[in-house]
């Protein structure tokens, strides 16, 4: 495989049958991915379960899960699970907390007041925890009092720990307590520059960009597979990943003459749609990945569309 400037990912569909999960993840080792990432979304598999069972399917590939939203688990407890799948797979393993959508965590009482404060002291005491250092934290919602992994369960090497964020002020507590920033889709380099700014890092920090992809000789079937997955970026929740975009105000006036978001994709026209994915040639998705990694990014995971996964993974080891 020729050298690249950064690394490139494959994510696992969340709505992958489960009998295609460890074939998932062993065709994306055999590809050459670098690093496959799970997610965990309200309502579909845990992020935790996922890694730890293509973590056993695989030999060689990164595995990273992102993200945990930092209400759903004491942070004590989160920390035994990730520090054994670090002992089990020494170098394998990331993670990235974050707020989780605001309409899921408040679905299950679990949205705080203020989540920027949670997330900072979440993070700062898991990574603490998991170091193996005894830990004392009396925060607004953290709290633990001496808690320390045992020797035997404390992993040789502490993980990375990232943030899942998106908004300016998330941008700043990721930057001041994390060891990177995972970004969700669409992620543009006018986006990463942006996100830099709020990031501000003043150490080494990774940055991972999620991009729906489609990969094809004819550039047009491309753009098409990708457009229905682009159905959410004219939603209020996305406006930090569009607003850097020269096109910000044309497309928010085109979410507004739609009555749907599937109306809205399909109008979207092709040079905004082949910004907001990276899809067509292998040679255009190449290009498009080296945009991201020269506006800062460090991996570009790759997220595969339509209904058959594994034939999208395939194509997509293109860009390889």
Request: aromatic share 6%; proline share 8%; net charge negative.
């Amino acid at each position: 495989m020729a050298k690249r400037d950064g690394a490139i990912g494959a994510l696992l569909p969340r709505d992958i049958p489960a009998r295609d999960i460890i074939t998932f993840a062993r065709r994306a080792e055999e590809h050459g991915f670098d690093e496959l990432w799970v997610v965990e979304d309200l309502g579909y598999r845990g992020g935790l379960v996922q890694a730890a069972t293509v973590l056993a399917a695989t030999s060689r590939i990164r595995v990273g899960v992102g993200l945990l939203p930092a209400a759903a688990r004491n942070v004590a407890f989160a920390a035994m699970e990730i520090a054994t799948l670090v002992q089990l797979h020494p170098g394998r393993v990331d993670i990235a907390v974050g707020h989780g959508m605001p309409s899921w965590m408040r679905s299950v009482g679990a949205w705080p007041k203020s989540p920027l404060t949670l997330l900072g002291e979440y993070i700062t005491v898991l990574k603490s925890v998991l170091s193996g250092e005894p830990v004392h934290h009396d925060g607004q919602y953290v709290r633990v009092d001496g808690v320390r992994l045992h020797e035997t369960a404390t992993p040789a090497a502490a993980p990375s720990v990232l943030a899942g964020v998106r908004g300016p002020k998330s941008l700043a507590v990721s930057g001041d307590a994390a060891d990177g920033t995972v970004l969700a889709e669409p992620v543009t380099p006018a986006y990463v520059r942006e996100a830099l700014e709020h990031i501000a890092p003043t150490r080494p920090h990774r940055l991972v960009a999620y991009n729906v992809a489609a990969i094809d000789e004819d550039p047009a079937v491309a753009l098409t597979a990708v457009r229905p997955a682009l159905e959410v970026v004219g939603e209020p929740d996305w406006r930090p990943h569009i607003a850097p975009l020269p096109f910000y105000d044309e497309l928010v006036a085109l979410r507004s003459r739609c009555d749907s978001p599937q109306d809205f994709a399909r109008a979207l026209p092709d040079d905004w749609v082949g910004q907001l994915a990276v899809a067509g040639t292998p040679g255009q998705a190449r290009s498009r990945v080296t945009e991201l990694f020269d506006a800062g990014v460090t991996t570009a995971v790759l997220t595969p569309v339509g209904d058959d996964c594994l034939a999208s993974l395939d194509s997509l080891a293109a860009i390889l």
